[in-house]
């Protein structure tokens, strides 16, 4: 059932269109995420659930609850909605508890008892809260505002890019942690990244956008492997892109003679592989190639190969690092899974296939 609903918003800043016509159903206590490069209007679709600022068209309802109605809105603090920024947004001059108490309404049991498991719920230590947040490292930071922001009990849990400033060991633990704590709060989440993998790990339900509009949403899984586009392929990852010609439910390319997911599809388009689908083998009577280069890169290396009979640019692979080959090797192709073939103009539908 759909929790939050925004439907055809669309925001502008003088010749910017920040929101375009974007729509977006959320179920309730589910992670979502959008993810989208800088500047493609993350922020502003969050300023405009939190209520900061207003669309000059659409719609927003939360929970049956009619939020946002062309430039009509409910003020911020009688959303239900938390939102925790990229820099924590914390107040350097107060306590961790008091930065806490501030998002806390006035509750019929003690404001320390409140703050207290606040603080435990999110994994702060009790000797921290009387400390004021400079004495706190990035990661505590982040679970001081998420604190601060869950005080409210939230319907609606926003957060805009809340673990970029943290280094990568914390920035994955300090995710997860976070993830499961909403989880088990009930709190349905949105997520704001510009970091794919953080939007493909984080989320249930994953959103793209770019240039203010949402171009796919989906399950993770759906949207890495069956993107609509050969650009929302590859802003999700490496992708290898070749041209083919689809007929019976496979298509045949530089790469031989492979399994594709659209078994109804004849004609000419591109098909995609992920990276790690295919695997090199010493076999070389099928597809072949030959390795140009080998970027040794921990547990797995890149490897950089043409493919004979294929005239695109040379293709790279990620391998692990236990196989070895060296420049020069001729090499053939092991491949995993289907390829995913793009809708193309000339591409015919024909009857389901037995
Ligand atoms: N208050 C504002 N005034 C003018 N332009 C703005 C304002 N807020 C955002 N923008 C513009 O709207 C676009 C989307 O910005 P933003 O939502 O911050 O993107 P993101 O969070 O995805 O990086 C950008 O081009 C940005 O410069
Ligand atoms: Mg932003």
Redesign the pocket.
């Known amino acids: 059932m759909t929790f939050l609903s925004i439907d055809a918003l669309s925001k502008r800043?003088?010749s910017?269109s920040?929101l375009d016509d974007v729509s977006l159903c959320i179920g309730a206590g589910g992670r979502t995420a959008i993810v989208?490069?800088?500047?493609?209007?993350?922020?502003?679709?969050l300023r405009m659930l939190a209520g900061f600022d207003v669309p000059q068209s659409g719609r927003i309802m939360l929970d049956g609850r009619l939020l946002v109605d062309g430039t009509s809105a409910v003020p911020p603090h009688l959303r239900d909605v938390g939102l925790v920024m990229q820099d924590g947004a914390l107040f350097p001059h107060l306590t961790v508890a008091e930065n806490i108490g501030f998002g806390l309404p006035g509750h019929t049991r003690s404001q320390v008892e409140a703050i207290a498991e606040l603080s435990d719920m999110v994994g702060l230590n009790p000797s921290m809260l009387s400390r004021t947040p400079d004495a706190l490292s990035g990661g505590q930071q982040q679970r001081v505002a998420l604190a601060r922001a869950l005080a409210r009990r939230p319907k609606l849990m926003l957060l805009?890019e809340p673990f970029s400033a943290l280094d990568t060991g914390l920035r994955s633990s300090t995710r997860m942690a976070i993830a499961n704590l909403l989880q088990s709060a009930g709190v349905t989440t949105l997520l704001?990244t510009?970091d794919q993998a953080e939007a493909l790990s984080f989320a249930d339900h994953v959103a793209i956008?770019d240039s203010?509009k949402i171009l796919q949403a989906g399950p993770p899984r759906e949207l890495y492997f069956r993107p609509k586009t050969a650009m929302i392929a590859t802003f999700l990852g490496d992708a290898i892109i070749l041209p083919a010609v689809l007929s019976h439910g496979r298509a045949n390319c530089a790469l031989g003679s492979v399994e594709i997911d659209e078994p109804r599809w004849s004609g000419w388009a591109d098909i995609m592989f992920r990276p790690e689908q295919i695997a090199l083998t010493g076999d070389t009577s099928g597809a072949r190639g030959k390795v140009l280069d080998v970027e040794f890169a921990g547990a797995v290396s890149n490897v950089t190969l043409t493919v004979t009979g294929h005239s695109g640019p040379p293709i790279v692979l990620r391998q692990p690092s236990s196989i070895s080959v060296a420049p020069g090797d001729e090499i053939g192709f092991a491949i995993a899974g289907r390829a995913h073939a793009f809708a193309a103009a000339n591409v015919a539908e024909s009857a389901a296939q037995d």
């Open positions: 800043y003088g910017v920040a989208g490069p800088s500047g493609s209007g993350k922020t502003t679709l805009d704001v510009h956008m203010g």
